[in-house]
C-alpha cells in the first residue's frame, strides 16, 4: 500500500514477488490499486492487475481506481482499468458515476474516450 501511495514502482513490484496481499485494503477500503489509479501510475497498476488486484474494489465512499482516473483526469488509466474488467456504472454513495466525475473535474475527453463508450 505505501509503496503504491508512493509511486515506487520498484517497491510495488518487490513486495509482489514476496507474496504481499494484493488487495489489502486500509480502513476505509483504500486499496493499492487506488493508489496507482489516483497517481496514474500505469506501470504500478499493470503489476497489480497482474497480481491479481480487484479492479472494482471501492472504499467506503464507492470510490473505485477507475473513479479516482476519472476524477484525475487519466485517459489511460481509465482505459486500462476498463480493460481489467472495471464497471463504468459503479457509484459512490452519492450516485456519482466515473463518467459523471470526469465531466465534474472538468475532464470532457474522457467522456469521449472508452469511458464514455462503455458507459451502459
Known amino acids: ?3 503504491a501511495r508512493n ?8 513486495l509482489l514477488k514476496q507474496g504481499a496481499n494484493v ?4 480502513a476505509d477500503g483504500t486499496t493499492a490499486l487506488h ?5 496514474d501510475d500505469l506501470d504500478s497498476a499493470d503489476l ?5 488486484a480487484k479492479v472494482n474494489a471501492a472504499n467506503d465512499l464507492g470510490a473505485t481506481p477507475l473513479w479516482m482516473a476519472c476524477v ?4 489511460g488509466m481509465a482505459a486500462r482499468l476498463l480493460q481489467a474488467g472495471a464497471d463504468p456504472n459503479v457509484t459512490l ?6 463518467l459523471m466525475a470526469a ?3 472538468g475532464y470532457p475527453p474522457l467522456l469521449n474516450s472508452s469511458l464514455g463508450k462503455a458507459r451502459t
Do not use: F, K, Q
Open 103 to 105: 465531466s465534474r473535474s
Open 72 to 75: 484525475n483526469g487519466s485517459a
Open 1 to 3: 500500500m505505501d509503496a
Open 93 to 98: 454513495l452519492s450516485g456519482e458515476t466515473p
Open 35 to 39: 493508489w496507482a489509479s489516483y497517481r
Open 7 to 14: 509511486a515506487d514502482r520498484e517497491g510495488v513490484r518487490a
Open 23 to 26: 488487495n489489502l485494503a486500509t
Open 48 to 52: 497489480l492487475i497482474r497480481a491479481g
